[in-house]
């Protein structure tokens, strides 16, 4: 059960785009569509923004989108606000039950 | 209103116990998969524990399996983990969370504060 790998930090100037990936394995990100991307902002619980790699909840904005490519997952957050900047994980079901998150990417607004 | 209420988070010694609670309203209890999520001071999110809907199915996080356990009681709407042989690195704030789809955390609490030192 090791952690999935993000960057520690990205960042983009608003209206910019900024991609942050998540890599895992075949038995995890490679192996299922189960990937779920979160938004946490200092001292509050994390926000659901995508699941099944790429579905949204309702109320989150199209700006952010979601997709794998093998063992790879990938958030999008295209015209940046200022509100987007927190810090962003991605998540993975892991096989028997078991789920795994990523090691977390600080998103900053320029 | 969706509402998931932890609390029981306490300051105590290595070696001891605890139990935490999560008190759910706005929705069917006993419809939902639940998990408990934590997150040590500074870092990131780490996936501790999940259950099914009636508490016949658990799953652990290698590093809490044989000291934490998740259980739930359907005519309380309440989840609990019960966190015995605690550590210093078990500090952390812990949160429940309500699964919807396959693994999708739709709600979270605001998490309880466990810290472990001596």
């Known amino acids: 059960q090791s952690a999935l790998t993000q960057p520690p930090s990205a960042s983009g100037s608003p209206g910019q785009s900024v991609t942050i990936s998540c890599t895992g394995t075949s038995s995890d990100v490679g192996g299922y569509n189960y990937v779920s991307w979160y938004q946490q902002h200092p001292g509050k619980a994390p926000k659901l923004m995508i699941y099944?790699?790429?579905k949204r909840p309702s109320g989150v904005p199209d700006r952010f989108s979601g997709s794998k490519s093998g063992n790879t997952a990938s958030l999008t957050v295209s015209g940046l606000q200022a509100e987007d900047e927190a810090d962003y994980y991605c998540?993975?079901?892991?096989?028997?039950?078991?789920?795994?998150f990523g090691t977390g990417t600080k998103v900053t607004v320029l | 209103e969706v509402q998931l209420v932890e609390s029981g988070g306490d300051l105590l010694q290595p070696g001891g116990s605890l139990r935490l609670s999560c008190a759910v309203s706005?929705?069917?209890?006993?419809?939902?998969?639940m998990h408990w999520v934590r997150q040590a001071p500074g870092k990131g999110l780490v996936w501790v524990s999940r259950?099914?809907?009636?508490?016949?199915?658990?799953a652990y996080a290698d590093s809490v399996k044989g000291r934490l356990s998740i259980s739930r009681d359907n005519t309380k709407n309440t989840l609990y983990l019960q966190m015995n042989s605690l550590r210093a690195d078990d500090t952390a704030v812990y949160y429940c969370a309500r699964e919807s789809y396959h693994g999708a955390l739709f709600d979270w609490g605001q998490g309880t504060l466990v810290a472990v030192s001596s």
């Open positions: 706005g929705f069917t209890f006993r419809s939902y998969w």
């Open positions: 099944e790699v790429s």
């Open positions: 998540n993975s079901y892991a096989g028997s039950n078991n789920f795994v």
């Open positions: 259950i099914n809907t009636d508490g016949s199915i658990t």
